[in-house]
């Protein structure tokens, strides 16, 4: 069974990706993919304690951000 501050990250992240998601049109699965691949996910994980305190759409923006930095090649990709 997950701990409960476990549980937080994981709502957290599903939620950061469905945000995602919908701010591209595209379906859940793919941004999920493509977050993982451009290490956006990652960086959610290791700044839980300080993106969580964030906008969801703060969130967003810095997966954007990450993910250009991590090999997103040009705007029309993200």
Same mark, same amino acid.
């Given at each position: 069974?997950?701990? /409960?501050?476990? =549980?937080?990250? @994981? *709502?957290? =992240? +599903?939620?950061? +990706?469905?945000?995602?998601?919908?701010? =591209?049109?595209i379906n859940?699965? /793919? #941004?999920?993919n493509?977050?993982?691949? !451009?290490? #956006?996910?990652?960086?959610?994980?290791?700044?839980?304690?300080? /993106? !969580?305190?964030?906008?969801?759409?703060?969130a967003?923006?810095?997966?954007?951000? @990450?993910?250009?930095n991590?090999?997103? =090649?040009?705007q *029309? /990709?993200?």
């Open positions: 069974m997950l701990r /409960e501050r476990d =549980l937080n990250i @994981v *709502k957290y =992240l +599903v939620v950061c +990706v469905n945000e995602f998601a919908d701010r =591209l049109n859940g699965k /793919e #941004a999920f493509y977050l993982n691949e !451009h290490k #956006a996910i990652n960086f959610l994980l290791d700044n839980y304690e300080i /993106e !969580h305190t964030l906008s969801i759409d703060d967003v923006d810095d997966m954007i951000m @990450v993910s250009k991590n090999g997103c =090649l040009n *029309k /990709e993200i």
